[in-house]
């Protein structure tokens, strides 16, 4: 508050300070996806092993993954920033000198529900990665009732659907075919 109270004695509008905010949440939140998506491709691999499946960076860097990415970003400055921006860029400015911004009580049930949300998403993040984790757990666990890595699995074509028995009986001919 006490920087925008010098900003506004320097001669700085509600319009530059609406957009001094909403350019540092779009820089905090580029920041951010920037981090996001080095952190997911360097993690890359360890999630493959971990869900046996096999990933690649270039779904990230897909042209439409850029656009959304960066449509999310600005979604996200406009919704982060326009709050204190508003706040902030119409408040006097002897208060803000004299004492700071104080919010009113509406301000407090809006701040007050942003938390009560923001807590409401972590709790719902962390129970749904426990819950992931147990279902990948199970499935890695599981005793399929059969050993999958002695099984030949073969794309079904009109050809190879065709020819089914006479492949069936070439197969069982050879000795170390069980069944």
């Known amino acids: 508050s006490t920087e925008i109270g010098i900003r506004k004695v320097l001669g700085a509008g509600k319009k530059e300070l609406f957009r001094q905010f909403i350019g540092e949440s779009f820089l905090l939140t580029l920041i951010a996806l920037v981090l996001a998506v080095v952190t997911?491709?360097?993690?890359?691999?360890?999630?493959?092993?971990?869900?046996?499946?096999?990933?690649?960076?270039?779904?990230?860097?897909?042209p439409w993954a850029i656009v959304a990415f960066l449509l999310l970003v600005i979604f996200i400055s406009l919704l982060a920033g326009s709050y204190p921006a508003f706040i902030l860029s119409n408040s006097g400015l002897i208060?803000?000198?004299?004492?700071?911004?104080?919010?009113?009580?509406?301000?407090?049930?809006?701040?007050?529900?942003?938390?009560?949300?923001?807590?409401?998403?972590?709790?719902?993040?962390?129970?749904?990665?426990?819950?992931?984790?147990?279902?990948?757990?199970?499935?890695q666990e599981k005793d399929l009732g059969y050993n999958k890595e002695q099984i030949v699995v073969l794309p079904v074509d009109y050809q190879t659907k065709a020819q089914y028995d006479a492949l069936k009986k070439a197969m069982a001919l050879h000795p170390r075919v069980l069944g």
């Open 40 to 62: 997911s491709i360097l993690l890359l691999p360890v999630f493959n092993g971990i869900t046996g499946k096999i990933f690649t960076a270039s779904l990230l860097l897909q």
């Open 95 to 139: 208060s803000i000198l004299k004492s700071g911004v104080r919010a009113s009580s509406s301000g407090g049930n809006l701040r007050r529900s942003l938390i009560v949300f923001q807590f409401v998403i972590s709790v719902f993040l962390i129970v749904s990665t426990i819950v992931i984790r147990k279902q990948i757990a199970y499935i």
